[in-house]
C-alpha cells in the first residue's frame, strides 16, 4: 500500500516541495520513491544527527525490501583539526565510496556538512581496491609491499580496521569496509582458504570464496604521493618546511593526526562526491540545508582566521579542502530536486501538502484511573466511515514488546506481532505490534493509518529509566550478586562466618523443591540457606581467596573473631568519630536554589550528560541545598565527566556567596583545573585563581590575601594548601580531587578545621579505607559508571620487557599520527631510558618529563607535547594526574609491579580520552621474580579493561590490600579474619 500518490522531481533540474510531513513522514516519503526507483535516491540532511535519524527511520520503513542503504559519515572532527577520524569511520567511507559508483536501486544519506568536504578522486579507491579468490596464487611479497602502499599496518594480531598480519602461511587482514577480518591460508603460494574470523576471540566464523581489499586511507601514503605532496607543500607554503611536524611525518612515512586537512596536496586534483554517483540520481532534501550550508561556511572561514597564522602547522585556503556552499548548491540544481518540510504549503504556488501528521499527545498517565485514557481517546476519534484507524504500535526490544502488549490489554487492545512495516501494510489487523527502535511515528488521516513508537507512549521516560536501572544499582549490590561467585569462591554470612559457596541446589521442602545455596565450612560442614536469605550472604573480601580461614559451625569463634576485629581501632577513632558526629550533629550552610542561573549555567555543557553523571550530579546538589553538611564520594572512570559535576556543585555554592577550594595532587591537576574553571565560568561574574609552584611567591601571597578579603571565589590548590594559613572569609565547599594521593591525616585536618564546610571527593579508583566508609554509609556514594558516547575501552597487555614489543607498540601509535607514553619512575636513569628509545625507534620525536624540573620547563614540555610538537614522552608518575591530551592513546608502563592498582588504573586513564583505541602495556622485568600482591594487581587491572572499571578495581584492592581502618590512620590493612560485609 503506497501512502504518496504524487511523483517526486523526475527531470534534471526540476524542483518541487512537499509539505506537511510531519513526524516520520519525511522518512517514509523517501523511502516510497526509492523503493520504486531503480536508480540512487540521494537524500540531504542539516546534521549527521538528523541523518542518523533518518537512516535508522529508513531502515525500519524498507525492511523486507532488498534496498541498500548507504551512509557517508562525518569525520566527526572540527574544520582543521589536528586529530584524525577513528579508523571505523574510515572505514565506513571507503565502503560508501566503492559502491556508489556502481549502485542502482540503493539510498545514500549524508549530511550538508560533509558534503562540503573536498574527498579523493575517484580512480584512487577502485585503482587500490584488490581482491583475492580461493585457487589464485599468492605473492607473499608482493602483497606485504601492496598491503603497506594501501596503508594497512602490520601488526602481531589483528584486531582492527586496516591492520594485518603475516604468521607462517596464515596471513590475517582486517580490510577497510568490511565487518569482520579475513584470514588467507596458504598452500605453498596457492590460496588454499579464505575464512572470516571474530577479531577479539580469534576465531573463524565461516569459510567464503572471494574478499575484497580496500585502500587503508582516503588518501595514498606510497613514495609518489609523498613526493606530490612534499612538492605541493613547497608550492603552497613559504614557511620553513624542517619546523613543520606534519610535512617531517609526511617525508618519513608517517599519517599525522589531522593529515586529512591537507588531503588537496596528495593529489592532482580532488573529487567531490558528486563525483561518485551513479548516472540515475533522484534528490530528496530538508528544506533547512542551505542554512546549514551557510552556517558551516563560516565556521570554516573563522577557523581558518583564527587557526591559520601559526608557521608550524599552516592551513591550506577553505577553497582547497572544502567545497564552497555556492559550488554546492549548483551540483545540486543539475539533479530532479525534491525538497522536504513539515509546513504547510501555499498550494497554489505549485507546492504539495501530503497531510502526514506527527502522533498527538497520547502519552501514559499513570496518575489516572485509565493510565491510557488519551490514546484509548484518540483511537476512538480515529474512527471514520472506512473503518477503525489501523495502528502499528513499535517497541524498542522484545522485553518492552511484551510489557507494551500486556498494558494494551488493559484497554481491550490485543495487537498482532508483525515482522515489520510492510508486513503491517499487507496485513488486514486492525491492531499491530512491532520491535524497532525508531525515534517518531506518523498519523495519515486519509488512509486512517497511524505508527505510535514506545517513546511518544511514554514520553522520553523509559528510554531514561532503563538506563538508569542499570547505572543506579545499589554500590553493594557488587558484593551480593552471587551469580558473580564462582563454585569454591570463599563468602561471609553474617550469622555464622566465613564458609565456601558450593551453588544451588534443589531440597525437598514441606512437599515442594526450594533452591538454596549450600556453603561449607571446616570439617566438609554444610550449611543451607534459601535464596530468600540471600541478604545474609556477601562476598568475603579479607584478602588472599584460597586462604580465606573457613569458620568451624557450632563454635564461638566467629563471634569472637568479629568481637576482636571491633576492638582494633587506633586512637584516632575518637577524634575521627567526634569530626564525623560533630558533622552530623551540627546544622551546615543550605545553599540557595537558584534554578534558573543554575540551568543556564548548565546548559552550557558541550556534551550531553550521562545518566549516571546526571545522577551524580543531582545527588550532589541535593546535598547542597540540605542543611546536612555534605561528605560525598563520587567515583568515576577517567574521562567519565567527575569535572562537570565539581563545576556544577562550584556554581550552586558560589552563587549562594560562599567560597569554594578544590584540593588536588599535582602541579599540572591544578594548572589544567584552572584552565577549564576559567572557561567554565568565563560568562559569570566568578574569580578562580590557583596555588601551586607555577606561582611566584608574591602570586601566591596575593592570592591568599585575596581569599581571605572573599574576592577569591573558587581557590585551586595542592598541598600547600594544608600547610598555608588560610582564613577564608565564607568556606561552603571543599572539593577533593584524585584522594587517593592524599594521606588520612591531611584529608581529615582541612575536615576538623571545617566540620560544618561541605565535602565532595573525587576519584577514579577509590581507596580502600574511604570505599569501606562509604559502604558502611558513613559517607555517601556516586558511581558513574558510563563512558561517554564513542569511547572505546583500553586495550590491557602485561607483557615482559622487550624490545621488540616495545618497538611494535610505539611504531603502532604514531604511525597512526598518535602520541604515546613512557613512564619510567626513577628520575637519575630517565635520559639513558629516553637515549635508548631513540636509538629503537629513530621514528619517534621524543622528549622527558618528570616532577624535579623547573616548573615553566615542565610546562613547556606538556604544552609542546599537548601540540603535537613531539609524538613520545618518557616521563615519571608526574603524568598520573590531569593532562588531558586525546591524541595520546598508547602508555607503556616500566617496572608495572612496582605500582599500586589505584596507580596503574589512573596511569592507563592516561590514553584512551578520544574515540580512538587506546592501548596500555604494563612492562615486567624479564629476570626479576615480582610479588605476589603485584601479580594480583596485574591481573586485576589487565582483566577490569572496560570502561567504567574504576569502581570494580577498587573492590579488588580491597581484597588485595584489606580493607583499611575504618577509625584508623591506615587507608589499607587486613581484615582476613572476618572478610568484608
Known amino acids: 500500500m503506497s501512502i504518496f500518490n504524487q511523483l517526486p522531481a523526475s527531470v534534471s533540474g526540476d524542483k518541487k516541495t512537499w509539505g506537511e510531513l510531519r513526524g516520520a513522514g519525511q522518512a517514509l516519503a523517501v523511502a516510497e520513491a526509492a523503493l520504486s526507483y531503480e536508480g540512487l535516491t540521494l537524500l540531504i540532511t542539516e546534521t ?86 580461493v585457487g589464485e596464487d599468492l605473492d607473499r611479497v608482493q602483497l606485504q609491499d601492496q598491503l603497506s602502499l594501501a596503508g594497512y599496518l602490520r601488526v602481531e594480531t589483528v584486531f582492527e580496521h586496516g591492520e594485518f598480519a603475516f604468521r607462517g602461511s596464515l596471513i590475517d587482514i582486517f580490510p577497510m569496509g568490511a565487518k569482520n577480518p579475513f584470514r588467507i591460508d596458504l598452500l605453498d603460494d596457492e590460496i588454499e582458504t579464505l575464512r572470516l ?44 618546511p624542517s619546523k613543520c611536524p606534519v610535512y617531517r611525518d609526511v617525508k618519513a612515512g608517517i599519517a599525522p593526526q589531522g593529515i586529512e586537512y591537507y588531503l588537496t596536496l596528495f593529489y592532482a586534483e ?27 561556511w563560516q565556521d570554516i572561514t573563522s577557523r581558518y582566521e583564527e587557526y591559520g597564522v601559526d608557521p608550524e602547522r599552516p592551513l591550506l585556503p577553505p577553497t582547497e579542502v572544502f567545497v564552497p556552499f555556492d559550488q554546492i548548491f549548483h551540483q545540486l540544481k543539475k539533479l530532479p530536486r525534491t525538497v522536504l518540510t ?16 506527527g502522533v498527538p499527545d497520547i502519552a501514559v498517565n499513570a496518575k489516572l484511573t485509565n493510565p491510557l485514557s488519551q490514546l484509548d481517546e484518540f483511537l476512538s476519534s480515529g474512527t471514520s466511515i472506512s473503518g477503525d484507524c489501523r495502528v502499528l504500535f513499535c517497541a524498542e526490544s522484545a522485553g518492552r514488546r511484551e510489557v507494551l502488549t500486556d498494558l494494551l490489554k488493559t484497554i481491550h487492545i490485543f495487537p498482532e506481532e508483525v515482522d515489520n512495516w510492510q508486513q503491517f501494510n499487507d496485513s488486514s489487523h486492525v491492531h499491530c505490534i512491532t520491535t524497532y527502535p525508531i525515534d517518531q511515528g506518523l498519523y495519515v488521516p486519509s488512509q486512517n493509518i ?41 563468602v561471609v554470612h553474617i550469622e555464622h562466618g566465613v564458609g565456601r559457596y558450593q551453588g544451588l541446589v534443589l531440597l525437598d521442602v514441606d512437599k515442594s523443591k526450594q533452591e538454596f ?148 595532587p599535582t602541579t599540572l591537576l591544578a594548572h589544567q583545573h584552572l584552565q577549564n574553571f576559567r572557561d567554565r565560568f568565563a560568562n559569570w561574574a566568578v574569580r578562580v585563581e590557583e596555588l601551586s609552584r607555577f606561582r611566584t611567591n608574591k602570586e601566591q601571597e596575593d592570592v591568599i590575601a585575596a581569599t581571605e578579603a572573599g574576592k577569591v571565589d573558587i581557590l585551586i590548590s595542592t598541598h600547600k594548601l594544608l600547610h598555608a594559613k588560610i582564613d577564608f572569609s565564607g568556606l561552603g565547599l571543599m572539593i577533593i580531587d584524585e584522594e587517593h594521593r592524599f594521606g588520612v591525616r591531611q584529608k581529615e585536618k582541612i575536615k576538623s578545621l571545617r566540620s560544618e564546610v561541605d565535602i565532595l571527593t573525587m576519584t577514579a579508583t577509590p581507596i580502600p579505607r574511604t570505599l569501606n566508609m562509604s559502604m558502611h554509609s558513613i559517607r555517601d556514594l556516586s558511581i558513574i559508571a558510563t563512558p561517554p558516547a564513542k569511547r572505546l575501552s583500553v586495550k590491557t597487555f602485561v607483557r615482559e620487557q622487550e624490545s621488540r614489543v616495545t618497538r611494535e607498540a610505539i611504531l603502532r601509535e604514531i604511525l597512526r599520527g598518535g602520541q604515546v607514553y613512557y ?71 616500566d617496572r608495572a609491579d612496582k605500582f599500586g592498582l ?27 621474580k615480582i610479588t605476589a600482591d603485584a601479580t594480583k594487581r596485574l591481573e586485576a587491572i589487565a582483566a577490569a579493561d572496560h570502561l567504567g572499571s574504576g569502581f570494580t578495581l577498587a573492590t579488588n584492592d580491597l581484597e588485595i590490600r584489606g580493607a583499611g581502618e575504618l577509625l584508623g590512620e591506615e587507608q589499607s590493612g587486613h581484615i582476613q579474619a572476618i572478610g568484608f560485609t
Not at 226 to 231: D, I, V, W, Y
Not at 868 to 892: H, M, Y
Open 48 to 133: 549527521a544527527r538528523e541523518a542518523a535519524a533518518q537512516s535508522r527511520a529508513l531502515e525500519f520503513f524498507t525492511a523486507g525490501h532488498n534496498l541498500p542503504i548507504f551512509t557517508f559519515p562525518d569525520w566527526e572532527t572540527l574544520p582543521y583539526d589536528i586529530f584524525s577520524p577513528h579508523q571505523d569511520i574510515v572505514s565506513a567511507r571507503l565502503q560508501t565510496l566503492a559502491s556508489l559508483p556502481n549502485s542502482k536501486h540503493a539510498v545514500l544519506i549524508v549530511p550538508m556538512p560533509t558534503l562540503m568536504h573536498r574527498i579523493a578522486p575517484i580512480d584512487f579507491v577502485a585503482s587500490r581496491t584488490f581482491s583475492y579468490k
Open 270 to 296: 580532488t573529487a567531490t562526491l558528486f563525483d561518485y554517483l551513479p548516472a540515475e540520481v533522484q534528490l530528496f532534501t530538508h528544506s533547512a540545508i542551505e542554512g546549514a550550508a551557510q552556517h558551516f
Open 902 to 928: 589505584a596507580q596503574l588504573h589512573q596511569l592507563r586513564g592516561r590514553v584512551g580520552r578520544s574515540h580512538h583505541q587506546a592501548y596500555a602495556y604494563l612492562m615486567l622485568p624479564q629476570d626479576k
Open 342 to 357: 513539515g509546513d504547510f504549503l501555499d498550494e497554489s504556488a505549485g507546492y504539495s501538502n501530503h497531510g502526514i501528521h
Open 450 to 490: 497511524c505508527l505510535i513508537t514506545e517513546g511518544e507512549l511514554f514520553g522520553q521516560q523509559v528510554m531514561q529509566r532503563r538506563r538508569r536501572s542499570k547505572a543506579s544499582e545499589s554500590p553493594d549490590y557488587i558484593f551480593k550478586n552471587l551469580a558473580e561467585l564462582k563454585v569454591g569462591a570463599p
Open 823 to 893: 613512564l619510567h619512575n626513577d628520575v637519575k636513569s630517565i635520559q639513558r631510558v629516553a637515549d635508548e628509545l631513540a636509538e629503537l625507534v629513530p621514528e619517534a620525536r621524543i622528549n622527558i618529563a618528570h616532577g624535579q624540573m623547573r616548573e615553566r620547563g615542565l610546562e613547556q614540555v606538556m604544552s609542546d607535547f599537548y601540540h603535537q610538537r613531539f609524538n613520545v614522552l618518557v616521563c615519571t608518575t608526574i603524568i598520573e594526574t590531569g593532562i588531558d591530551i586525546p591524541s595520546a592513546n598508547t602508555i607503556l608502563i
Open 197 to 240: 574470523f571474530d577479531a577479539e576471540s580469534q576465531r573463524t566464523l565461516k569459510a567464503v570464496d572471494q574478499v575484497q581489499l580496500l585502500p587503508a586511507r582516503e588518501f595514498p601514503i606510497d613514495k609518489e604521493a609523498t613526493n606530490q605532496f612534499l612538492n605541493n607543500w613547497h608550492d603552497h607554503f613559504d614557511h620553513d
Open 517 to 664: 545455596l549450600m556453603l561449607t565450612y571446616a570439617d566438609d560442614a554444610k550449611l543451607y540457606v534459601p535464596v530468600s536469605s540471600l541478604h545474609l550472604i556477601s562476598r568475603f573480601g579479607g584478602g588472599d581467596q584460597v586462604a580465606a580461614p573457613l569458620n568451624r559451625l557450632g563454635t564461638d569463634k566467629w563471634d569472637k573473631a568479629k568481637e576482636k576485629a571491633a576492638k582494633q581501632v587506633r586512637d584516632t577513632a575518637v577524634e575521627l568519630l567526634d569530626i564525623y558526629s560533630r558533622r552530623a550533629a551540627r546544622k551546615g550552610f543550605a545553599c540557595d536554589d537558584n534554578a534558573e542561573d543554575y540551568r543556564k549555567f548548565s546548559s552550557d555543557f558541550a556534551f550531553e550528560e550521562t545518566a549516571d553523571q546526571q545522577e551524580a550530579i543531582d545527588a550532589v546538589r541535593r546535598d547542597l541545598l540540605s542543611t546536612q553538611p555534605m561528605d560525598r564520594l563520587v567515583c568515576g572512570d577517567v574521562g567519565f565527566g567527575k569535572t562537570e559535576v565539581a563545576m556544577r556543585a562550584a556554581f550552586t555554592v558560589v552563587s549562594s556567596g560562599k567560597q569554594v577550594v578544590i584540593l588536588v
